[in-house]
């Protein structure tokens, strides 16, 4: 078992002031493989206070100088490639060779957080007025275990480009990457104190992190609960809140589209990462004339994803995150047949062949209604509830009769209908006929999904406060 037993403060590993360690899991094989060392609240005051520290300079740097940093940082990111897919292929069951491409592909998004450092440079005069961009100050990241990596970067790299400091707490279950991003900090020599890194609970550091008097803002990525309740505590001293959460994103398959096409795209968006992709397609909204077609093509593919060894090249699906993650998604399967849904396939059987490990096989539902709780809440997991409507305007209300609005898609019969389609959905984003995800385009949530934007040049807008001076 290996063990880590510093925390990353003020530029030094450091002995915590915490006590015992937090066992990071092989959901594949539900053991037990490293262990992290447990911040308490001091380790907390002392990594705000170090951020504090290096706030005044850090943010006076030029955007040349914090552009030449973040690109040291993606070249030693870069390096630290494999090992980083490894860290999370363990630690939360992406299979390996998806991971280097979904989980870790973002570190190339570094280098246009370098460029953006320009745009903090951007002045305007308004008549008498010279207005200007300035850091918003220190930072409290708290990450979730589901993209672990695209998570830190989507913070911590707006975060340098505009100047601020920073102390992050990843999800206890997958710290590893951080650890590696915090070596690779490390090596490059960013100055002490822009970036700390604390691990723990965070039922137990959350609270201090998010109520504490030196941090200016929150960002926070997780469940909509957690989310909320940030936002209050936050509220007493009046932080700026960046909250990114869940979803129930719906996608409407038009009349019109080429279903083997747009159906087997619908399952396979699910089922990446085991369903635990905040913005998973995982209401699939079908004409009902073309119901019985698109049920059949569901069920043909999600039957030939390979659910098994995350080590195995040949794997689509991994094992949930954990084991109480399973438990989760399995308690909804049990639930949506109680409801009275109509299980197309998988269900609450483990795959074939593996006798251990948190495996879920997948799953899709037929006859679902919106207003199931399958349908309402969010399972985060390897889990399509296939829902008939009548007509397009019924789709529409459907796809927004939902307490999220994180993303959604549409596959229609042509672009422009796509589009027409999806301005009508309140959702951050739509992926129309196929779309690819694009780290330069922002993502974030309308309704309960959120409140902030990540990545591309809105990603940076939450970090920068502007000043007028009147001259
Ligand atoms: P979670 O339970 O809310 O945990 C997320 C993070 O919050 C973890 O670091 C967790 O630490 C920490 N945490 C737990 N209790 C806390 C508290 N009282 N105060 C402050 N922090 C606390 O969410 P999750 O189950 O890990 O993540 C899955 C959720 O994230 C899903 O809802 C998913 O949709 C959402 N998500 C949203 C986006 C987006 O961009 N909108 C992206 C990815 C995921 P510990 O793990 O150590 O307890």
């Not at 084991?323 to 989760?328: E, F, K, L, V």
């Not at 909804?332 to 948190?358: C, K, N, S, V």
């Given at each position: 078992m290996k063990r880590y037993d510093k925390l990353y403060i003020n530029g030094a590993w450091?002995?915590?002031h915490g006590s015992g360690y937090t066992t990071v899991y092989n959901p594949a094989t539900e053991e037990g493989f490293a262990e992290t060392c447990n911040a308490d609240l001091v380790d907390v005051d002392q990594a705000f206070a170090a951020a504090r520290a290096a706030f005044p300079a850090w943010s006076r740097t030029t955007a040349a100088e914090r552009a030449d940093y973040i690109r040291k940082l993606h070249a030693a990111l870069e390096r630290r490639k494999d090992a980083l897919a490894l860290a999370i292929s363990q630690s939360m069951g992406c299979p390996l060779e998806i991971a280097k491409i979904i989980q870790v592909n973002c570190v190339k998004a570094l280098e246009k957080f370098a460029d953006r450092a320009f745009e903090m440079e951007v002045e305007k005069q308004v008549n008498n007025s010279l207005v200007v961009r300035e850091a918003v100050g220190v930072c409290a990241f708290i990450t979730p275990w589901n993209y672990p990596l695209y998570q830190l970067i989507g913070k911590v790299a707006p975060a340098l480009a505009t100047g601020c400091t920073m102390v992050l707490k990843p999800s206890s279950v997958t710290p590893l990457q951080d650890i590696l991003f915090a070596e690779a900090v490390h090596e490059i020599g960013l100055p002490a104190g822009v970036f700390n890194l604390i691990t723990g609970k965070g039922g137990v550091l959350g609270d201090a992190m998010v109520t504490h008097a030196e941090v200016d803002?929150?960002?926070?990525?997780?469940?909509?609960?957690?989310?909320?309740?940030?936002?209050?505590?936050?509220?007493?001293?009046?932080?700026?809140?960046?909250?990114?959460?869940?979803?129930?994103?719906?996608?409407?398959?038009?009349?019109?589209?080429?279903?083997?096409?747009?159906?087997?795209?619908?399952?396979?968006?699910?089922?990446?990462?085991?369903?635990?992709?905040?913005?998973?397609?995982?209401?699939?909204?079908?004409?009902?004339?073309?119901?019985?077609?698109?049920?059949?093509?569901?069920?043909?593919?999600?039957?030939?994803?390979?659910?098994?060894?995350?080590?195995?090249?040949?794997?689509?699906?991994?094992?949930?995150?954990?084991?109480?993650?399973?438990?989760?998604?399995?308690?909804?399967?049990?639930?949506?047949?109680?409801?009275?849904?109509?299980?197309?396939?998988?269900?609450?059987?483990?795959?074939?062949?593996?006798?251990?490990?948190?495996?879920?096989?997948?799953?899709i539902f037929r006859d679902v209604n919106n207003q199931m709780r399958i349908a309402q809440e969010e399972i985060f997991g390897p889990v399509i509830c296939m829902i008939p409507y009548q007509n397009l305007d019924e789709a529409i209300r459907i796809a927004n009769d939902s307490i999220y609005g994180l993303s959604s898609g549409v596959w229609a019969g042509s672009r422009e209908e796509g589009i027409r389609i999806a301005r009508q959905i309140r959702a951050g984003g739509c992926y129309v006929n196929g779309g690819d995800f694009n780290y330069d385009a922002p993502l974030g949530g309308y309704k309960q999904s959120g409140n902030g934007r990540e990545w591309g040049d809105f990603g940076i807008h939450e970090f920068y406060e502007t000043k007028s001076m009147q001259l």
């Open positions: 450091v002995a915590p803002m929150v960002s926070f990525t997780g469940s909509t609960a957690t989310g909320r309740r940030i936002q209050r505590l936050a509220a007493d001293t009046v932080k700026r809140v960046c909250l990114e959460l869940g979803g129930k994103s719906p996608y409407i398959i038009t009349e019109d589209a080429p279903l083997e096409q747009a159906v087997s795209f619908g399952v396979k968006d699910v089922m990446i990462n085991s369903g635990q992709t905040c913005i998973a397609l995982t209401r699939m909204l079908v004409p009902a004339s073309r119901y019985e077609e698109a049920a059949a093509i569901a069920k043909r593919v999600a039957e030939s994803l390979k659910v098994g060894d995350p080590m195995d090249k040949d794997t689509y699906v991994g094992p949930m995150s954990s084991m109480s993650q399973r438990d989760t998604v399995l308690g909804y399967i049990e639930q949506g047949i109680a409801e009275g849904a109509t299980l197309l396939t998988g269900g609450l059987e483990r795959p074939e062949g593996l006798t251990r490990g948190a495996y879920v096989k997948p799953t």
